[in-house]
């Protein structure tokens, strides 16, 4: 067996790395993006299940000096890990060519195109390029323990095997720690070991090493205990029985063991039932399929879309023609390769159970229950691995070509003979373009332009309110850029975010009476709120304890219409439970409702990506629009100058929303795009293309001199925006505003926990 080509792998992976860094994201972007980002810069703690091993790698990188700004460096951390496993996918394919191919030169030619084909698949690419999930980690994990498999494979006779074998179960462990796929792998090694060598698992000591392998792999876990007793600005799940500061006994109590276990076992989020299909496994299967040929060629627009299913076709027969050249010239690898392509793809679409995917047959409209966002990142290690069988079927074709030809001979066993000429290989080498599409067809696509303006977003929003505002949120794309905003790079930390979804959750409204009240800088604020006097407030954002705000039911059903009254105002909200979703109050809607009530010193904002949830908590006569968020205000307003009635968005103060209109860094930004790839958070620059039509008829409706120019003015870059992001059917209109219908926006869509209804009344 040649020795592995360590040097030629570094370089495949370095020229990987080097694309990834020229179409490398600059800041944060859509969804867990800012989460993430966030979690790592603060050593805090994310959504289920914690990624504490993510976090303080992600730590690591914020601090280096490798770029200018902390999500830079996190997104750099992102690129070199799927670069490296672009690389040990070299050393795998290489691996098993040497059991096929006679020639060097030949075997690096095929892992190097291994490396290709899977850096450049669409998700594989648009997940390196910014550090959305811990994926990328994941996969540098699940490439280094098949590379170690292979290797084990090989020399599973050998003293050193059972070394391999205890560090692969390490890295399991491990990678576990970064995300539960990291035991993706685990049942194809398992497979492995018992075809290579089935009297591993008698031998009791090495099991009993693997398994404390194992275990010492999972210690990251413990991190997520003492850092939430330190709370850190991002604790979610609140993994800690300990209310003021880390103390071994709290921490060693059996409330903490609770939550902590909750939040590993993501009990946020429900029951994960495989039997009680979401979706019929034949759709499933269809999703999974969309998402191969996304690969290949992403077609946001849907304008190639022959091309793209032919170009599917040709690499799907590519991999199955390299999983049979696989079977044929290097059966021991087989017996762990092929375990681990099933496991990625049929088996994890079984487990997922996943409803229709967001942008999967359309035609059925919103009759069946769909996914909020597409789930490609899901199949991430997939479209990675396959890699290397594509690249074994695409050197199987090339030999099959140049036989046909008639320009080659090929030796009674398979193997290339020396014998070979050089003119077959040349005229039969075109077919080895195809490792090329990926990059050619991806380049557009997956780097994520369409994205750069998130943090702008944040800022706008922040931006929108008054100094020490309370703003309630709705999930992942309006909330996770205002943390990163926030706690990363210090905008407006005066202004205290909510989020409804987790509002719902037991522990959230305690971390939020936990955070510090910070300081307004109103020279780095907007010039519409200087030359006012902003105190700051004193009071307590929740008129009750921590230990009551968990006593707070989940549900309470309301018998008929209710009336919400703020104490010592004129503010009073007809609550009809036929406007809400289950009949009745949410504890989200409580707490809503509770900020409302319980804050004299600092205003409560609705953003506008909320939808109508303030019409359903009746609040409609009380709210009053300034740019991207709704002030609930304690008088209802009334016409005035600055203040008029929109039909079909309610009362909007002109003045200040204009004057934010004109500040914000995401407006002018999302103009300048061509076209937007994830459907799923388009809605955040629709948001843009919203306010500024509501904007422009307000401002029709005010009709102070120069108001018509204005009005057009914010009208025409509304409608550049929804150009640019193609959005058809809100079209640039010259002339009259009022002429414009209101744009048909999609609904907000987050990826937050589903709020389940509570059949019983808990109140």
């Not at 170009?311 to 681990?340: E, Q």
Request: net charge neutral; glycine share 6%; aromatic share 12%.
């Amino acid at each position: 067996m040649p020795a592995p080509s360590y040097r030629a792998a570094s370089i495949a992976a370095a020229l990987v790395f080097a694309l990834y860094l020229v179409t490398l994201v600059p800041s944060t972007a859509m969804w867990d993006t800012s989460e993430y980002i966030t979690a790592a810069y603060v050593l805090g703690i994310p959504h289920p299940p914690g990624n504490p091993f993510f976090v303080l790698l992600g730590h690591i990188f914020s601090i280096l000096p490798i770029a200018r700004t902390p999500a830079q460096r996190i997104n750099i951390m992102a690129a070199l890990t799927s670069a490296l496993s672009a690389g040990i996918w070299f050393l795998v394919a290489e691996r098993v060519f040497a059991q096929w191919l006679a020639a060097r030169w030949q075997r690096l030619m095929g892992a190097a195109i291994a490396a290709l084909v899977g850096a450049t698949a669409f998700t594989v690419w648009d997940q390196s390029v910014v550090n959305e999930k811990v994926y990328t980690v994941s996969l540098l994990f699940f490439a280094v323990v098949a590379w170690l498999t292979v290797q084990w494979c090989d020399e599973a006779e050998t003293p050193r095997a059972d070394r391999l074998l205890i560090l692969v179960a390490f890295l399991i462990g491990l990678g576990y720690t970064n995300h539960p796929a990291g035991f993706l792998i685990a049942p194809a090694v398992a497979i492995a070991v018992l075809a290579r060598r089935p009297a591993t698992v008698l031998n009791w000591r090495l099991m009993g090493k693997c398994v404390a392998a194992l275990a010492l792999g999972l210690s990251p876990f413990i991190v997520e205990p003492i850092r939430a007793a330190q709370f850190p600005a991002l604790n979610e799940g609140l993994t800690t029985a300990c209310t003021t500061k880390f103390e071994i006994s709290c921490t060693l109590d059996r409330e903490t063991w609770s939550r902590f276990m909750d939040h590993v076992d993501r009990k946020q989020y429900g029951e994960h039932e495989i039997a009680q299909r979401q979706a019929p496994v034949t759709a499933q299967m269809g999703m999974y399929w969309l998402y191969f040929k996304w690969q290949w060629l992403r077609d946001p627009r849907s304008q190639h879309v022959t091309l793209q299913s032919t170009l599917a076709a040709v690499f799907l027969i590519l991999a199955l023609f390299g999983g049979f050249a696989h079977w044929k010239y290097d059966r021991r690898s087989f017996w762990f390769f092929g375990p681990m392509i099933a496991t990625v793809t049929v088996a994890l679409i079984v487990y997922l159970n996943f409803k229709y995917g967001f942008s999967q047959s359309p035609e059925l409209g919103d009759s069946v229950a769909r996914e909020v966002r597409d789930r490609d990142y899901f199949y991430l290690w997939s479209f990675s691995a396959l890699s290397v069988w594509i690249a074994l079927g695409l050197f199987y074709l090339w030999e099959a070509l140049a036989i046909a030809l008639g320009a080659a001979t090929a030796a009674s066993d398979g193997i290339f003979s020396t014998r070979t000429s050089a003119r077959a290989w040349i005229l039969s080498s075109p077919v080895l373009a195809l490792a090329i599409v990926p990059l050619i067809a991806n380049y557009g696509s997956a780097p994520r332009r369409e994205q750069a303006a998130t943090r702008d977003i944040a800022r706008d929003m922040l931006d929108s309110v008054e100094p020490y505002g309370i703003l309630v949120t709705v999930g992942d794309n309006d909330l996770f850029p205002l943390w990163y905003a926030q706690e990363v790079e210090g905008v407006r930390k005066d202004v205290l975010v909510v989020t409804t979804a987790l509002l719902g959750t037991d522990w959230y409204a305690s971390e939020l009476m936990r955070r510090p009240v910070y300081q307004y800088d109103s020279l780095a604020g907007p010039a519409v709120y200087r030359g006012h006097a902003w105190p700051k407030p004193t009071q307590p954002i929740l008129h009750m304890t921590m230990a009551e705000s968990r006593t707070v039911p989940e549900f309470t059903q309301l018998p008929g219409p209710v009336v919400f009254h703020k104490p010592g105002t004129s503010l009073s909200a007809r609550i009809d439970p036929a406007n809400l979703e289950f009949g009745g109050l949410l504890r989200s809607d409580v707490f809503v409702l509770h900020l409302i009530a319980d804050n004299t010193d600092r205003p409560v904002y609705l953003s506008a990506t909320d939808g109508r949830y303030g019409d359903q908590l009746g609040l409609s006569d009380h709210l009053l629009t300034q740019g991207l968020a709704r002030k609930v205000v304690d008088v209802a307003p009334v016409a005035t100058r600055d203040t008029v009635r929109v039909p079909g968005d309610g009362w909007l103060d002109t003045s200040r929303s204009l004057n934010l209109w004109n500040t914000y860094g995401a407006r002018p930004a999302f103009a300048q795009h061509h076209g937007w790839t994830d459907q799923a958070s388009v809605n955040m620059a629709l948001l843009y293309v919203l306010r500024g039509y509501y904007l422009a008829e307000g401002l029709a409706q005010r009709a102070l001199p120069g108001d018509g120019a204005r009005s057009n003015t914010v009208m025409q870059q509304a409608a550049s925006i929804a150009d640019a992001v193609g959005f058809a059917p809100f079209t640039r209109q010259p002339a009259n505003p009022s002429a414009v219908p209101p744009p048909d926006l999609p609904a907000p869509n987050n990826d937050v926990p589903e709020r389940r209804p509570v059949p019983k009344n808990d109140s």
